[in-house]
Nanobody, 118 residues
């Protein structure tokens, strides 16, 4: 099982980024969640998509600004982030789990850094 994130970087406040999570080694009907962890803070769940039925979850802090989507042909989940704020700065991880309701992945990627400058 392998999850590989990409797409992080440095962006100014108000800008946009798209993160990708490429999955391999398991059936893609897993749920894929995006989590983030800023220095000195706990890891928090940002969004999740259940590839079995397409249902999605967003944390209140990102609703209306982030969009999660899945390309099953590419086994890739995307997190499109708009109107980025400095408080969105963190290492972003994707994780795979059986169901978004579990909120706790069995498998994790290595993370990608997102830095939003003010």
């Amino acid at each position: 099982v392998q999850l590989v994130e990409s797409g992080g970087g440095l962006v100014q406040a108000g800008g946009s980024l798209r993160l990708s999570c490429a999955a391999s080694g398991f059936t893609f009907d897993y749920a894929i969640g995006w989590f983030r962890q800023a220095p000195g803070k706990e890891r928090e769940e940002v969004s999740c998509i259940d590839n079995a039925d397409g249902s999605t979850y967003y944390a209140d802090s990102v609703k209306g600004r982030f969009t999660i989507s899945s390309d099953n042909a590419k086994n890739t989940v995307y997190l499109q982030m708009y109107s980025l704020k400095p408080e969105d700065s963190a290492v972003y991880y994707c994780g795979a789990m059986k169901d978004c309701a579990l909120h706790l992945p069995n498998y994790w990627g290595q993370g990608t850094q997102v830095t939003v400058s003010s």
